[in-house]
């Protein structure tokens, strides 16, 4: 049996762009595109780039929320259209999102109880099996069942996002997609939430697609990670690899970039951002950018190739 949870061919998502009087379609913008990865069963898979890369588009994508206009999806061995209805359901059943925002994910107006009751309830759970659930993904997310009579007012940050991670664990899901779920919270906090994460991952044996723009989050967490520029995949890898040497320009930029506290050796800011640098009809999308850009990185159009043990898309170290 496949250990894969889930294979993504060639995902690619564009929005359509209105402009003039009448606000008729007139382009498209492509905020993902030809993205191909597989998920193995209790992987962790970081995402990582810049606000605007398109990693949140690509969650959406997954669970249906944002439109596929190419692309296939096999999840645990069955190829589904998260276009057609009854597959989205499907979908769903396996794959969860976590969101961003505790503060706002929520209904202040639900207890705990509601909020983890509803949708089980909803799946034709009786009260009994819900109550169960809910005792064992709470003990799951470290929290006691004394939480269940309050309101989402009455927590800390970390506490509502653990909260939200056990509303998205309670129906058993195979895949949970985190989409910056440590952005908004205090670095000590953070280090909960991910020592949480690693303990469903370990514990429910559920793979995580983990959304983030911060490096060191990812090193603690992640086995493998996504490197993506606007919308396209830069570098694969293992994090170790990745992360320790880097192949492609794009990723050393990253890396160079992260806020240390050694003032011997201060971040390298990336300079100017995508969105001042129309990217090339052709070749690869960073040269604009990229210290070590050369006349043949925008002639032609750069795969996603095998350099050592990673995918990296870059001419650098290839022969010409
Ligand atoms: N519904 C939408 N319609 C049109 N463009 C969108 C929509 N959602 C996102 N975008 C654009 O797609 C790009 C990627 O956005 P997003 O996926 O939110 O990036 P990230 O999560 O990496 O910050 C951005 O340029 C954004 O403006
Ligand atoms: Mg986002």
């Known amino acids: 049996m496949a250990t894969e949870a889930l294979t993504i061919e060639n995902l690619t998502v564009r929005y359509p762009m209105r402009g003039g009087v009448l606000g008729r379609v007139q382009q498209f913008f492509t905020a993902v595109e030809d993205f191909s990865?597989?998920?193995?069963?209790?992987?962790?898979?970081?995402?990582?780039?810049?606000?605007?890369?398109?990693?949140?588009?690509?969650?959406?994508?997954?669970?249906?929320?944002?439109?596929?206009?190419?692309?296939?999806?096999?999840?645990?061995?069955e190829e589904l259209k998260p276009s057609s209805r009854k597959d989205l359901t499907?979908?769903?059943?396996?794959?969860?999102?976590?969101?961003?925002?505790?503060?706002?994910?929520?209904n202040p107006r639900q207890t705990v109880s509601e909020i983890l009751m509803y949708p089980l309830l909803a799946r034709g759970f009786s009260r009994i099996?819900?109550?169960?659930?809910?005792?064992?993904?709470?003990?799951?997310?470290?929290?006691?069942?004394?939480?269940?009579?309050?309101?989402?007012?009455?927590?800390?940050?970390?506490?509502?996002?653990?909260?939200?991670?056990?509303?998205?664990?309670?129906?058993?899901?195979?895949?949970l997609i985190c989409d910056e779920v440590t952005s908004a919270l205090d670095v000590s906090v953070q280090a909960q939430v991910i020592q949480v994460l690693d303990e469903i991952r370990r514990q429910a044996g559920i793979s995580l697609i983990f959304i983030s723009h911060d490096?060191?989050?990812?090193?603690?967490?992640?086995?493998n990670v996504i490197v993506m520029y606007l919308g396209q995949i830069m570098e694969k890898g293992s994090v170790s690899q990745v992360l320790n040497s880097p192949k492609h320009p794009y990723t050393k930029a990253l890396i160079k970039s992260i806020p240390t506290l050694d003032r011997e050796h201060p971040p390298?800011?990336?300079?100017?951002?995508?969105?001042?640098?129309?990217?090339?009809?052709?070749?690869?999308?960073?040269?604009?950018?990229?210290?070590?850009?050369?006349?043949?990185?925008?002639?032609?159009?750069?795969?996603?190739?095998?350099?050592?043990?990673?995918?990296?898309?870059?001419?650098?170290?290839?022969?010409?």
Do not use: N
């Open 90 to 106: 499907l979908i769903r059943r396996q794959m969860q999102m976590v969101f961003q925002d505790p503060f706002s994910s929520l």
């Open 215 to 223: 490096m060191q989050v990812v090193r603690a967490l992640a086995d």
């Open 129 to 175: 099996e819900s109550s169960q659930k809910i005792k064992e993904t709470l003990s799951l997310v470290g929290l006691s069942t004394e939480v269940l009579s309050r309101f989402p007012h009455a927590f800390s940050g970390g506490q509502r996002q653990r909260i939200g991670i056990a509303r998205s664990l309670v129906l058993s899901p195979k895949i």
């Open 37 to 77: 990865f597989s998920l193995e069963t209790g992987e962790i898979l970081a995402i990582v780039g810049e606000s605007g890369c398109g990693k949140s588009t690509l969650a959406q994508a997954l669970v249906g929320l944002a439109p596929w206009t190419i692309g296939k999806m096999t999840l645990l061995g």
């Open 268 to 320: 390298e800011i990336l300079e100017g951002d995508w969105a001042t640098h129309a990217s090339p009809k052709t070749g690869c999308r960073f040269a604009p950018r990229c210290p070590q850009r050369m006349p043949r990185c925008t002639e032609d159009s750069i795969p996603l190739d095998s350099m050592d043990s990673v995918l990296c898309r870059c001419i650098l170290g290839r022969p010409s």
